[in-house]
């Protein structure tokens, strides 16, 4: 049995965001947490106020992409500083290794360029094709800058490709680089597609997986499956718990982490319980939280979220000891069957066949090539 964790993301280096006084695991990025000297030093004071015993540096690949989207100019040159403007942005493997030299995470991801979020299959293979060159050489220098200058720091080598095929001309390019564990962004991917990504990935020997960008639900039930029965540690981060509560004034379901609207306009009915047990509703009602100030409430919103977001990991790690237990606690748990018919049947394909090579299961899976 492995670990699964759930890595608390989007903070910055503000303590009053955190969403309660110990933060086990947060996850940070050269932007946000190392632009200058000062930065540095609040992100360190963060983890000795929160007691963080789990941290893991981002590569700042998500600030690539979002400079992307919006036409920023984008320089890879280790000697001009680290820059993310209105214009421009600027970062290299050298910056990324300088911020952990600093930061002294227990783990960091390579320095990479994401793909774009796009259906066409051509498109898809040329914008993989486009970006593959940068990927295979900032693993390759992340891994020896790695070695040099902060040995003691996991790496965790980031996917970047929308299919098995793709991934597996990277491995093949990479070669036999030093690394630690294998990060993979979900925003491309079905969650069938995730699993049988993560199921290579355990048959090439992967012993610790990070999944980037999501704490949703279903992602959650399959990590707490893999973490169970094929790796050593599997980790997730995202900022939903945070962007949900400012956004949208969210409250976040403690069963299935859906989101229900709780701001000033929405009429609750007196009468639905609160069935949270967390400490920050215990004893409250949701006209209670509703009604608070808004820093109060918006307090209480994201301290809430994060704290169902960790339960829930929590409890589906606990009962996914075997496929049957695991799907009856999850049709008690989410009223959503038939993402959790498909979801087992998934599982039950992999549990079954995870010896196989990867194209039987993907033709059990209906997945194409």
């Excluded at 106020?49 to 789990?54: D, K, L, M, Q």
Aim: proline letters at 4%; a neutral charge.
């Amino acid at each position: 049995m492995g670990k699964l964790v759930i890595f608390c993301a989007g903070l910055g280096a503000d303590p009053r965001i955190l969403p309660a006084k110990k933060v086990t695991s947060i996850l940070v990025n050269p932007f946000d947490n190392a632009m200058n000297q000062k930065a540095i030093r609040e992100t360190l004071a963060m983890f000795a106020y929160a007691g963080t015993e789990n941290r893991f540096l981002d590569s700042g690949g998500y600030q690539i992409y979002k400079a992307e989207e919006e036409g920023k100019v984008m320089t890879f040159d280790p000697n001009s500083p680290l820059i993310d403007s209105d214009g421009r942005i600027n970062i290299s493997p050298n910056h990324v290794i300088e911020t952990a030299r600093q930061l002294n995470p227990h783990m960091m991801t390579a320095l990479d360029f994401p793909i774009r979020t796009l259906n066409d299959r051509t498109e898809r293979e040329q914008e993989f094709l486009r970006k593959l060159g940068f990927n295979i050489k900032w693993a390759a220098e992340a891994s020896v800058l790695r070695e040099r200058h902060c040995p003691q720091v996991q790496l965790f080598l980031p996917i970047q490709s929308y299919d098995l095929d793709q991934f597996e001309i990277f491995k093949r390019s990479i070669g036999d680089i030093s690394y630690d564990g294998l990060s993979m962004p979900l925003r491309n991917l079905e969650l069938d597609e995730i699993a049988l990504f993560l199921l290579l990935f355990h048959q090439l020997g992967t012993k610790k997986v990070h999944l980037l960008g999501s704490t949703s639900f279903f992602v959650i039930t399959l990590s707490a499956f893999f973490a169970r029965h094929f790796f050593e540690w599997v980790s997730l981060d995202a900022t939903s718990w945070r962007l949900a509560a400012e956004k949208a004034q969210a409250y976040f379901n403690p069963f299935d982490l859906s989101a229900e609207n709780i701001g000033d306009k929405v009429l609750i009915d007196e009468s639905i319980p609160m069935i949270c047990s967390c400490p920050f509703c215990e004893n409250r009602t949701f006209t209670f939280i509703k009604t608070l100030p808004y820093s109060d409430k918006l307090a209480l919103l994201r301290s809430h979220n994060f704290w169902v977001i960790e339960q829930a990991a929590a409890d589906l790690y606990e009962n996914a000891s075997d496929l049957l237990r695991f799907e009856r606690f999850l049709r008690r748990r989410s009223p959503r069957i038939k993402d959790i018919d498909d979801l087992i049947r998934c599982l039950s394909i992999i549990d079954v066949y995870k010896k196989e090579d990867i194209n039987v299961l993907k033709r059990l899976l209906k997945i194409a090539a």
